[in-house]
């Protein structure tokens, strides 16, 4: 019996030092750096064209990071406008000011589908924030309106590359993100803060379609 379990055990370490170094032998798969950047929010931002909300993909920029099939991507964007007008010769002005940010952290799963066409399926972590404030001088007080809105979500997403030549390729996508989300508003006075609304606070939950309406140019680095 213990003859037995000293060729079973041999044959085991056997086995684990041959696996081992099969697995030295076999070359590992490098990294895979791509770099995708939203034309058609760059050519909103250059032509000063608003392309419809439910439409529009916020975010500029995407960075992924791969080995063999698997991989995570990091997305990023945001919004920024301020205005003002006021009338010559009078005290009385308003500007206004909005900002938003866009954030998306996921994993993917890509695979060639044939004649340079690459399919991506994942998952991704979402987060929104934006501000408003409104300022009107009056000439006797200041009025300060106030809106901002936090949002966290996450859903499936899909996408599709066409890979032109093995550094450049033109990519679109599509997600489904359910999103849980916050909405704060106040007025405040500046010279007279008795008239101060209370601040309101809205919940929501809702389904957020990000549509492949966006061109992404997609640049891969390395091997």
């Known amino acids: ?12 370490g056997s086995y684990n030092i041959n696996a081992q170094e099969e697995e030295e032998k076999r070359p590992k798969k490098p990294f895979r750096h791509e770099l995708g950047i939203n034309s058609n929010a760059l050519f909103d931002r250059l032509a ?8 529009r993909n916020p975010y500029l920029m995407t960075y992924r990071v791969s080995r063999g099939h698997w991989g995570i991507g990091l997305s990023g ?32 799963y890509r ?25 009107i001088d009056s000439g ?9 809105s936090e949002s966290i979500g996450g859903g499936p997403t899909i996408g599709l590359q066409w890979w032109m ?9 599509a997600g489904f993100y359910w999103v849980y989300g916050t909405n704060e508003t106040a007025r405040i006075f500046k010279n007279f803060p008795e008239l101060d609304d209370s601040i309101n606070q809205d919940e929501t939950t809702n389904l957020k379609t990000l549509l492949p309406a966006s061109i992404f140019l997609v640049f891969k680095f390395g091997k």
Not at 1 to 12: A, E, G, T, W, Y
Not at 142 to 147: A, E, I, K, Y
Not at 165 to 173: N, S, V
Request: hydrophobic fraction near 40%.
């Open 77 to 108: 964007g945001g919004t920024y406008q301020k205005n003002r007008a006021a009338q010559k010769g009078f005290a009385d002005s308003e500007s206004d000011i909005k900002w938003s940010t866009d954030l998306r952290l996921g994993v993917h």
């Open 140 to 148: 006797f007080d200041v009025v300060q309106r106030l809106s901002q």
């Open 165 to 173: 030549t093995k550094r450049l390729a033109l990519g679109t996508e």
């Open 111 to 135: 695979n060639e589908l044939g004649r340079g066409f690459w399919g991506l399926f994942g998952f991704d972590a979402v987060a929104q924030r934006s501000r408003e404030e409104q300022l």
């Open 48 to 55: 000063r064209f608003q392309q419809d909300s439910s439409a």
């Open 1 to 12: 019996m213990k003859q037995v379990l000293i060729l079973l055990l041999l044959c085991i």
